[in-house]
T-cell receptor, first 114, second 114 residues
Framework: DTGVSQNPRHKITKRGQNVTFRCDPI?????LYWYRQTLGQGPEFLTY????????KSRLLSDRFSAERPKGSFSTLEIQRTEQGDSAMYLC????????????FGAGTRLSVL | ELKVEQNPLFLSMQEGKNYTIYCNYS?????LYWYRQDPGKSLESLFV?????AVKQEGRLMASLDTKARLSTLHITAAVHDLSATYFC??????????????FGEGTQLTVNP
């Protein structure tokens, strides 16, 4: 198992374009989380899934953001009509929900909106 | 709303010295985590603390948790250059409806000088 995988690693887009990121969690992990991290800050929670069900969304997740986890495996995060304020590192994490619930993070997708 | 505060935010120390990073949080929590992040990289799990009085140690790092004071500490013993990184504490707060998510502190950027 190679850990949590995110693609692409970097994405540069123009304002107003749509972008989609993919996250492949550690196999057998039933929970998958998306976070956003800006420079000099800690990650901020966006949303999470248990299997294929999206159980919670942060108020940070505007209606331009949508996330899916079909079949409870990989997940995608789409941002429509990107804005410069969307520029950030988007991190995915997964865990097997139990006692310790340690979340294992991917390397992230760095989004730059020009 | 759960708030997590770390101090100091920036720490420059000499090799061989000891220091402590503090993490305060505002509401009752089930679990507290410490992560390390190197520049341009993702987050690496260091410790998970599950109960009052819990203490975990790995190499030159030791973490402890006081749930009554809502305080966790990360103690660095005889620092070495390889410990230079940003350290985050994160609190897992169960959401009444369905599950949990992590709220992160701002991070402590540690630089160990030879």
């Amino acid at each position: 198992d190679t850990g949590v995988s995110q693609n692409p690693r970097h994405k540069i887009t123009k304002r107003g374009q749509n972008v989609t990121f993919r996250c492949d969690p550690i196999s057998e992990h039933n929970r998958l989380y998306w976070y956003r991290q800006t420079l000099g800050q800690g990650p901020e929670f966006l949303t999470y899934f248990q299997n294929e069900a999206q159980l919670e969304k942060s108020r940070l997740l505007s209606d331009r953001f949508s996330a899916e986890r079909p079949k409870g495996s990989f997940s995608t995060l789409e941002i429509q009509r990107t804005e410069q304020g969307d520029s950030a590192m988007y991190l995915c994490a997964s865990t097997f929900y139990g006692t310790a619930n340690i979340q294992y993070f991917g390397a992230g997708t760095r989004l730059s909106v020009l | 709303e759960l708030k997590v505060e770390q101090n100091p935010l920036f720490l420059s120390m000499q090799e061989g010295k000891n220091y402590t990073i503090y993490c305060n949080y505002s509401t009752t929590s089930d679990r507290l985590y410490w992560y390390r992040q190197d520049p341009g990289k993702s987050l690496e799990s260091l410790f998970v603390l599950l109960s009052n009085g819990a203490v975990k140690q790995e190499g030159r790092l030791m973490a402890s948790l006081d749930t009554k004071a809502r305080l966790s500490t990360l103690h660095i013993t005889a620092a070495v250059h390889d410990l230079s990184a940003t350290y985050f504490c994160a609190v897992d707060r169960r959401v009444e409806t369905s599950g949990s998510r992590l709220t992160f502190g701002e991070g402590t950027q540690l630089t160990v000088n030879p």
